[in-house]
């Protein structure tokens, strides 16, 4: 039996590679698609530093990095996955919260007192089209001016493959992952529309936070389990207790 990935590509590879080493089998079914949007640096712009939320930021714009003048200014991740791309990137100054965009609003707060930026400063926040909380306005309370410029969006998939259907009605999945909010609804989307809603509830729904589980338990889904913390670890770990009352698993 294997494990549903539904994180979007190409993300989905190295899930997949992690699974494998541990030990499962793994199907992918990306339910958000990466676009690219255009950007253009305004080089009038001052700015005291970069904020990231998600990799697919700097990855959509990574072509227009390099010998940049941003990489020379410090940025802030929500990640340490994030923190990798931006190092891949070019910024030689990174620094990485713990997964969520709170822990990131702290970790710039705390740049603050280590005098790695000046709280008067600007600070650019490359996002994508859809932000799940007002981060920008967070920081602008704090005494922040924060640009905001979107350079990519995540673009639900209308359906599963069909044999991810198939081997739904064929009890080959024993679990599924999630990563956000907007890939689970589009997962329980594409689920109805390929009539597989009940058999894909009826199984484990390993959700990387708590606020994404929130999503399956709302749709009906009762084997919900998140992970201990935003990152991908420990929903490796929310799989290995979701999966061992049935299969004696250990991750």
């Known amino acids: 039996m294997a494990v549903l990935v539904t994180r979007p590509h190409p993300d989905d590879e190295a899930t997949a590679a992690a699974l494998r080493d541990r030990g499962f089998e793994v199907l992918r079914a990306p339910m958000l698609r990466f676009e690219p949007v255009m950007f253009r640096d305004d080089e009038d712009a001052l700015y005291g530093a970069v904020i990231v939320t998600s990799a697919n930021a700097l990855r959509a714009i990574a072509s227009q990095l390099a010998g940049s003048r941003l990489v020379k200014l410090p940025l802030f991740a929500v990640g340490e996955h994030t923190a990798a791309a931006a190092r891949e990137a070019g910024f030689t100054q990174v620094m990485a919260a713990k997964g969520d965009a ?3 609003r702290d970790l710039v707060l ?3 007192k280590a005098k790695q930026l000046k709280k008067a400063s600007t600070l650019l926040y490359l996002a994508g089209a859809d932000l799940a909380r007002d981060l920008a306005g967070e920081l ?3 005494g922040f001016a924060v640009v905001t410029h979107t350079t990519y969006r995540m673009v639900p998939a209308s359906s599963l493959p069909r044999e991810i259907c198939d081997a739904f009605v064929a009890n080959q999945i024993e ?3 999630h990563y956000s909010r907007r890939s689970a609804r589009a997962f329980l989307e594409a689920a109805r529309a390929g009539g597989v809603e009940i058999s894909a509830l009826a199984l484990p729904q390993c959700c990387i936070s708590s606020a994404v589980a929130a999503v399956l338990r709302d749709a ?3 084997q919900v389990t ?3 913390e935003a990152d991908e670890n420990a929903l ?3 799989l290995g ?3 061992r009352p049935r299969s004696g698993s250990n991750l």
């Open 102 to 104: 709170s822990a990131l």
């Open 110 to 112: 705390a740049g603050v």
């Open 140 to 142: 602008g309370e704090k």
């Open 175 to 177: 679990a599924v992952l």
């Open 220 to 222: 009906g889904a009762t």
């Open 226 to 228: 998140a992970a201990a």
């Open 236 to 238: 490796f770990e929310a």
């Open 241 to 243: 207790r979701a999966l």
